[in-house]
């Protein structure tokens, strides 16, 4: 198991922070601190990812959101709304997209059909990826030292923990996305 961590594990970081991340972040920094990986190869990948799903989400919105907009009137209509608060807070926004859980798609994409600028996306994007990536890096890795408390020979159970810590964390995903799902066809289902 621990050989697959070591191999596989600093792509499925790349790849869960692309999207969202938060849960492969924070297991990269307890597998860090059961010397399974690299702590600030964790972090690196980890900032990599994100900013890389930022950008994707944020240029998504740039060159196809503005068609999608012109398509519905009631967004439309609201896109004047949208920029003037991208002109007061727009900077805060893009700092803080990285902490809001769920929905960093959504707003990034809705970013890039305004009329902020490709310049002041980059900076706070990167400012804000960085940081973020340092934290949730730090949590896990700090947790680790949790488990290392409770779990005095964590090699003899890895193949039990490893498997269910893995197991609940898809199982929360899926709960997750589920009562989502079910929330949005509550609000959205009769539109």
């Keep these: 198991m621990e050989n697959y961590i070591a191999q596989y594990g600093y792509i499925a970081i790349l790849i869960g922070t692309f999207l969202e991340g938060e849960t492969t972040v924070l297991l990269g920094g307890i597998f860090s601190k059961l010397h399974y990986m690299d702590l600030k190869r964790v972090m690196l990948w980890a900032f990599a990812g994100t900013f890389a799903g930022d950008c994707t989400f944020f240029f998504l919105g740039k060159y196809f959101g503005r ?4 398509r519905y009137a ?3 209509n609201r896109i004047h709304l949208a920029n003037s608060i991208i002109k007061r807070s727009g ?3 893009i700092f803080l997209v990285r902490f809001f859980v769920g929905v960093r798609g959504i707003i990034l994409l809705l970013l890039g059909c305004t009329d902020l600028k490709k310049r002041t996306f980059f900076l706070y994007s990167t400012l804000s990826a960085l940081l973020w ?3 949730v890096s730090l949590i896990g890795y700090l947790f680790g030292q949790v488990v290392l408390i409770f779990v005095n020979d964590v090699r003899k159970y890895e193949l039990y923990i ?3 810590v893995l197991v609940g964390v898809l199982l929360l ?3 997750y996305r589920h009562v989502v799902k079910k929330r949005e066809e509550k609000s959205y289902g009769d539109e």
Excluded: T
């Design 67 to 70: 068609k999608i907009i012109q």
């Design 74 to 76: 009631f967004l439309r």
């Design 91 to 93: 900077n805060y926004i």
């Design 133 to 135: 990536s340092v934290m």
């Design 162 to 164: 490893v498997p269910a």
């Design 173 to 175: 995903i899926v709960i």
